[in-house]
């Protein structure tokens, strides 16, 4: 097994490898200096890693602020009790706050620390596939509201990121698929080998007890480097960005309609395949990629199918609520090819008629 690799983004140090989450505690201080510390987790992941982190910065009775586990607790509400919980402790400028989780803990553990006294460090220590390759990445924090998901926010680049694969072991085989989504997706914006490789990893990586070790290790150090490419090339490359978004226009209105029951990764599954199909239809990507896509999610056992109890006014509805849309029109991230997406020249928002994407669920269901 190849060992630790590191990446810089925007200042942020990210470390991805076996055992860093026990090493971690140097580059913690070098990356936060001397600060008071305070891990802020969920009931879930602190009985399991909050021990370690603590002890590997030095201090056992490092204070650890919990939250229910779970998309529910990303709120406002939990937002005002950390910070007042962190006041009536003490903590002062002279701290930082170590998140340990998933993405809800990321984000809102981020968007605490963003606003806590205007701004203290934030540590970040992904514990979901998804966060290590992608929420814990991008210094985009906040909480949900009402009116929509993460619609209340601030940009707060972390200090530092530890991505430890270990941690995958206790994951749940559904959220380990879900977080495999997302790789998918970042697959396809790379290039045909990085697809291929991740097409041959599948049944290694979604796993009952948790990924082959060596695959963890490839899977997490490869999805880093894509989603910083992203990331930093964006500044240069306006709205670069937005290839992200492929499979969650129409994976984000599959989530609303289904009131969150499915995961975020099994939606965007959904999502990449339509958006694949409405693509090749509008003659602009390539005929084979929709049935590419659905196989590797299908080997990893993500749905690939539309559900029946959405219909297609339903779906499209819900994607003009979706802050994708502008004006009106819906716009999409689709690929060309694996490699390529389209819309370079637009910031890769591609506007598609209803009437194909009417087409792709049909042929989708
Ligand atoms: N900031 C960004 O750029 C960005 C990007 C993508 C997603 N997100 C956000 O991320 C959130 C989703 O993150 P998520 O999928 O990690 O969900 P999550 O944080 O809810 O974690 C999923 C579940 O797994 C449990 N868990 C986490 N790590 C575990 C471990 N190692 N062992 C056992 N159980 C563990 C958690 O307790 C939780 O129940 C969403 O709120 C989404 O908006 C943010
Ligand atoms: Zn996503």
Known sequence: MSGTATFDLHGAHIVAGFGELDRCGDGVRRAVGA?????ISDDTVAPLWAPRLAAAIGDAATPVLTIPAGEASK????????TDELLEAGFGRDSALLALGGGVVGDLAGFVAATYLRGIPVVQVPTTLL???????????????????????????????????????????????SGFAEAVKHAVITDA?????????????????????????????????????V??????????????????????????LSD???LHGECIAIGMVVEARAAALAGIGASSLAGDIADVLATA??????????????????????????????????PMRLGAMAGADRGYAVPIADAIIRDALARSR
């Open 301 to 334: 056992g993500l749905p690939v199918r539309v559900p029946a109890a959405f219909d297609d006014a339903a779906i499209l509805a819900a994607t003009r609520t979706d802050k994708k849309a502008r004006a009106g029109q819906v716009e999409y991230a689709v």
């Open 131 to 177: 966060a290590m390759i992608d929420a814990s990445i991008g210094g985009k924090t906040g909480v949900d509201t009402r009116a929509g998901k993460n619609l209340v926010g601030a940009f707060h680049h972390p200090a530092l990121v530890v991505a430890d694969p270990a941690t995958l072991a206790t994951l749940p085989l559904d959220q380990l698929r």
């Open 193 to 229: 080998g990085a697809f291929a490789w991740l097409a041959a990893s599948a049944a290694d990586i979604v796993r009952a007890n948790g990924p082959v070790p060596e695959r963890a290790l490839e899977l997490v150090q490869r999805n880093i480097a894509i989603k910083c490419d």
């Open 260 to 262: 969150y029951a499915l």
């Open 231 to 256: 990331v930093a090339r964006d500044e240069r490359e306006g709205g670069l960005r937005k290839v992200l978004n492929f499979g969650h226009t129409i994976g984000h209105a599959i989530e609303t």
């Open 35 to 39: 600060r008071r510390l305070c891990i």
């Open 75 to 82: 709120t406002r509400k939990q937002w005002s009790r950390l």
